[in-house]
């Protein structure tokens, strides 16, 4: 049976507030503003509105279709502070990019890998955890997978998403190995792969494995304890627009340096996710070398 994760009605004191914005489903895509000031244009139209996809524990969505999570914690308090309502608009990973240069969201919640390529069309907040990607392998074969020599070789299948971090990590690092690439705006469809046996390893970030894992007794997780490409995740807006920048950046501060965003991140995953990367980069395998 599937765990799913109830929404938390969370307090607003953290900005000092009046009272809670509304949250809200929306799709439409009004013209981009002539000049990025996203925040006025914000206070002006009385709304929020952030894209995202779902992605436990930071955004999680539950059989009634009800939203909750950490990132979506912090727009119902961000909205709040500036006395407005959210509206959140769920957008592929593939789209988000587009999305946001079409004016559908003002911010990107993601949650989103930073990469040098992606930096390119748009700007990021600050990071807000650090994650890695591991795998998911059939279950009584992890002995057989247990690090990343032993999956990159020949014969052994290793499916990973189309347009996602890890495929290009898996084609610059893992050579032996056949590559499966597998479609599809669910991020657990590498995993999936395996569970239908189109795939030995699926590949994909260490909290859609974990959750994937817990609903599905025939995988077990691999790598587990040395998270290949770790990097930051955070939110993304348009390019040129510092001031709406600055703004969420101190808002992200002011909700994890306060405690509310561990808080959150406790009710849906269990504990606080990993804040701090320097501290990893010996304990974590880097690309084209082996964890000694």
């Not at 969370?10 to 914005?21: E, N, T």
Request: net charge neutral; hydrophobic share 40%; aromatic share 8%.
């Amino acid at each position: 049976m599937k765990k799913h994760i109830r929404a938390v009605i969370l307090p607003v004191s953290v900005l000092a507030v009046a009272a809670l914005g509304a949250c809200t489903q929306g799709t439409g895509a009004p013209a981009a503003p002539s000049v990025n000031n996203t925040l006025d244009e914000i206070k002006k139209r009385g709304e929020l509105r952030a894209g995202y996809h779902v992605e436990p524990p930071s955004v999680v969505r539950d059989s009634s279709g009800n939203l909750s999570g950490a990132f979506v914690g912090a727009v119902w308090q961000i909205a709040a502070g500036l006395k407005v309502k959210a509206t959140f608009v769920e957008v592929g990973l593939a789209d988000f990019a587009t999305g946001l240069q079409k004016n559908q969201y003002d911010v990107s919640l993601g949650p989103t890998f930073k990469t040098i390529p992606r930096a390119v069309s748009v700007a990021y907040t600050n990071s807000i955890y650090y994650l890695g990607y591991t795998a998911v392998v059939k279950k009584g074969t992890t002995a057989k997978y247990g690090d990343a020599s032993a999956i990159d070789k020949a014969g052994v299948r290793v499916a990973v998403k189309s347009g996602s971090p890890s495929e290009q990590y898996v084609r610059d690092h893992w050579k032996n190995a056949t590559i499966v690439v597998t479609d599809g705006a669910d991020l657990s469809v590498p995993l999936q792969a395996v569970s239908e046996g189109k795939a030995d390893v699926g590949v994909m970030n260490e909290h859609t494995v974990e959750f994937y894992a817990r609903d599905h007794s025939d995988v077990e997780i691999v790598l587990a304890d040395r998270p290949v490409l770790m990097a930051g995740m955070a939110w993304t807006v348009r390019q040129g627009d510092p001031d709406w920048l600055a703004f969420l950046n101190t808002s992200l501060e002011v909700l994890i340096s306060t405690g509310q965003m561990a808080e959150w991140e406790r009710e849906s995953y269990g504990k606080q996710l990993r804040r701090s990367a320097p501290a990893l980069w010996g304990e974590i395998q880097s690309p084209g070398r082996e964890r000694k």
